[in-house]
């Protein structure tokens, strides 16, 4: 049988370029293509060689539902995973994100932050 690999995942935003540049920056990603998108839209493909987050607009994209669990389709968030924490969370920081809800839990430890859309970022380490 065949074993599926995760090789992206696609959300709107406000400003596809802006969230590229700060997710490259924070997760030291690079911008593996952008340009024009379904329904007139753009798109900046943002990631590494193996997986990347499609971010996508269309003019000025609506307000979230309020609680994304409870929404069918909601985006809940998105992992990422680091090899220290510790250095992601200060650059996290000082990007003006505000950590939240950090654990350690068999094998890792992870701590969460919303970026300016309001989209949920899990950040763990195995190491």
Not at 3 to 12: A, C, R
């Amino acid at each position: 049988m065949s074993q599926g690999v995760l090789e992206h995942v696609n959300f709107t935003v406000t400003d596809p370029e802006k969230t590229a540049e700060r997710l490259c920056d924070l997760f030291g990603w690079k911008i593996r293509w952008k340009g024009a998108a379904k329904y007139d839209g753009f798109t900046v493909h943002v990631g590494s060689d193996d997986s990347y987050l499609a971010i996508y607009a269309k003019g000025t994209p609506g307000d979230p539902a309020e609680e994304t669990y409870f929404t069918r389709g909601g985006l809940n968030h998105i992992g990422v995973v680091v090899d220290d924490l510790d250095v992601v969370e200060a650059r996290a920081r000082a990007m003006g994100y505000e950590p939240h809800s950090h654990a350690d839990y068999e094998p890792g430890r992870r701590f969460y932050f919303d970026d300016e859309d309001g989209i949920e970022f899990e950040v763990v380490s195995y190491a």
